[in-house]
C-alpha cells in the first residue's frame, strides 16, 4: 500500500499568514493527489483533486501543487473558516489512502 | 444538491454485525460509483471499500475484505454495508461517499454524507 506522510502534524498561525502544508507518497503516484478541509464533527470536503485542480465553490486562496512523491497545499491568506485538519489523499492506486492529517490551529 | 444520507450504526458487540445504509439525492445514483470510508475517534480517514455505478465491480481495503459487503440498489439509490464479525477496532464514523467517475472507482470522493457512528463493545 502506498504510506502517505503529511507533514506538520499541527501548525500555529494567524489570520492573514500564508499557510503551507506538505504531503510524501512513499511512492510516485503522479498527480493523482486530493486534499480535504475537515472540520469537527463534520464530514470532510474535497478541495483540490489531480494535486493542483481547485473544486468548484472551493476559495481561490487554496492552491496546490507538486507530482511524482511531494505535493503541497497553500493557503494564500489564512481565514476564520480555514482553522480545520486536512488530509491529503493518493488515488494512484487501490487501496486509496489518507495522510495523517494536519491540524490548523489559530495562534 | 447532492445529499447523502447514512443510516443504521449503533452499538454491537464483538463478533456480531451490522448493515449501514445510505440514501442518496439530487444526482442520478447508478451513474456513480460510491465508496466507504470511516474515521476512528480521534483518528484519521481509512477508505474501506468502494462499487461501480452498475454495482457489478466492487473493491475493498485489507482490513475489511472477507467481513464486509458493500453492494447497491439502484432502484432504491440506496448503498449498503453489510458488516459482519466486527472487533472493537471498528469503532468509528462511517461515512457514504460520492466518487466523480462511474464505470470506475477513481478514489476522488466528491460529496460525503455526515456519518454513521458504529461503537463495537461488551
Known amino acids: 500500500d502506498i504510506q502517505m506522510t503529511q507533514s506538520p502534524s499541527t501548525l500555529s498561525a494567524s489570520v492573514g499568514d500564508r499557510v503551507t502544508i506538505t504531503c510524501r507518497a512513499s511512492?510516485?503516484?503522479?498527480?493523482?493527489l486530493a486534499w480535504y478541509q475537515q472540520k469537527p464533527g463534520k464530514a470532510p470536503n474535497l478541495l483540490i483533486y489531480?494535486?493542483?485542480t481547485l473544486q468548484s465553490g472551493v476559495p481561490s486562496r487554496f492552491s496546490g501543487s507538486g507530482s511524482g512523491t511531494e505535493f503541497t497545499l497553500t493557503i494564500s491568506s489564512l481565514q476564520p473558516d480555514d482553522f480545520a485538519t486536512y488530509y491529503c489523499q493518493q488515488y494512484d492506486s487501490s487501496p486509496w489512502t489518507f495522510g495523517q492529517g494536519t491540524k490548523v490551529k489559530i495562534k | 444538491e447532492v445529499q447523502l444520507l447514512e443510516s443504521g450504526g449503533g452499538l454491537v458487540q464483538p463478533g456480531g454485525s451490522l448493515r449501514l445504509s445510505c440514501e442518496a439525492s439530487g444526482f442520478i445514483f447508478s451513474n456513480y460509483a460510491m465508496s466507504w470510508v470511516r474515521q476512528a475517534p480521534g483518528k484519521g480517514l481509512e477508505w474501506l471499500s468502494a462499487?461501480?455505478?452498475?454495482?457489478?465491480?466492487?473493491y475493498y481495503a485489507r482490513s475489511v475484505r472477507g467481513r464486509f459487503t458493500i453492494s447497491r440498489d439502484n432502484s432504491k439509490n440506496t448503498l449498503y454495508l453489510q458488516m459482519h464479525s466486527l472487533r472493537a477496532e471498528d469503532t468509528a464514523v462511517y461515512y457514504c461517499?460520492?466518487?466523480?467517475?462511474?464505470?470506475?472507482?477513481?478514489?476522488?470522493?466528491?460529496?460525503w454524507g455526515q456519518g454513521t457512528l458504529v461503537t463495537v463493545s461488551s
Open positions: 461517499v460520492k466518487e466523480d467517475k462511474s464505470g470506475y472507482s477513481s478514489g476522488v470522493f466528491e460529496y
Open positions: 489531480r494535486a493542483s
Open positions: 462499487t461501480t455505478g452498475s454495482g457489478g465491480n466492487t
Open positions: 511512492q510516485s503516484i503522479s498527480n493523482w
